[in-house]
Nanobody
């Protein structure tokens, strides 16, 4: 079992940057891939980005974040970061961090024009 804590989120202006944090706990949490998904009102959940556990330089991005978002993981492997740049109103959504089929609480990110 993995517990995930996601502080952050918030409201920003278009063109701004925002960093989300996801901290995992649990004996083997550091070995799991950590990923962000997002869901906007009326839309299906969308993959945003993922970073592997043991190979922390291995990342993957969904189409929406390529070139604008960067996912990383700290040296302990327990905390992941999603750096989001050049945000636009289409990025408004609930962003949920997941690992090993467990999920964080999913903070709201709102981008206004």
């Amino acid at each position: 079992q993995v517990q995930l804590v996601e502080p952050g989120g918030g409201s920003v202006q278009a063109g701004s940057s925002l960093t989300l944090t996801c901290t995992a706990s649990g004996r083997t949490a550091g070995s799991y891939t950590m990923a962000w998904y997002r869901q906007a009102p009326g839309k299906e959940r969308e993959f945003v980005a993922a970073v592997q556990g043991r190979r922390r330089n291995v990342t993957e991005y969904g189409d929406s974040g390529k070139g604008r978002f960067t996912i990383s993981r700290d040296n302990t492997g327990m905390t992941a970061y999603l750096q989001m740049n050049s945000l636009n109103p289409d990025d408004t959504a609930i962003y949920s961090c997941g690992a090993n089929q467990c999920w964080g609480q999913g903070p709201q990110v709102t981008v206004s024009s």
